[in-house]
């Protein structure tokens, strides 16, 4: 077992960059599982601030990251890059060198990128269950438009979707990933983006298979909930949007 692992890169940015597209490239493939790379503002101290930051990700089987014309994500003036690496144990002493690739904006852009973790922590799947249902919802405070989806889970992750409720009382699946793979975890992204009005709630509804059916399952016989090593569980419906004034 390897605890998640951070390490800190000082930017040195003099001032604003925007990033136009973002590509992980992993060192060691056969150790690194996946990167997410935040940033910390210099008057940012631990953990809980930077963990808004985000900037990109990468797992097996995600694509490089580009927005379309007038959208960048910033990273500010005088900002650390802070790096969360998690590294699967091979059994010998392994060595790593990851990158992470940008290609910037030459001027500001007009629209800025968020990233919304749509999550739900507190679940318990019962041993055995091979269909447990996990939601979660965050509602836009303000006009938006979605650009695309990242859903995370893990080895029990069966199924997920994004169902919208507009404030009319309509409601949408945005996306919907009938066979989820722990092994494969790509992002998807819309053609045209989707503009929601303020006030839309965007749930995540996910199932687990934590039966002796999934062929995945580390251990049928015990009651999963949120960790950060693979054989726990995860519920994270990342939403990549742009605020619309």
Known sequence: VVPYLYFETPTGFEEDVWIEAA??????????????????????????GFRDNWIDGAAPGTTPLLFTAGVGRKIPAGATLVWEMHYTATGKEEQDRSQFAFRLHKQRPEREARMIPVTNNRFRSPAGD????????????????????APHMHLRGKDIEYPARYPDGRTEVLMSMPKYDF?????????????????????????????????HNPNPKTTVQWGEQTWQEMMIGFIDIVPVQ
């Open 183 to 215: 092994n494969w975890q790509s992002g998807y992204s819309l053609k045209v983006p989707r503009r929601l009005p303020p006030g839309t709630v965007i749930e995540c509804t996910a199932h687990f298979d934590n039966s002796a059916g999934n062929p």
């Open 23 to 48: 590509e992980a490239r992993p060192g060691n493939r056969q150790a690194v599982h996946h990167i997410i790379l935040y940033y910390k503002l210099p008057n940012q101290k631990g953990r809980r």
């Open 130 to 149: 091979p269909n447990h249902r996990v939601g979660s919802a965050f509602r836009l405070p303000f006009a938006a438009e979605v650009l695309g989806f």
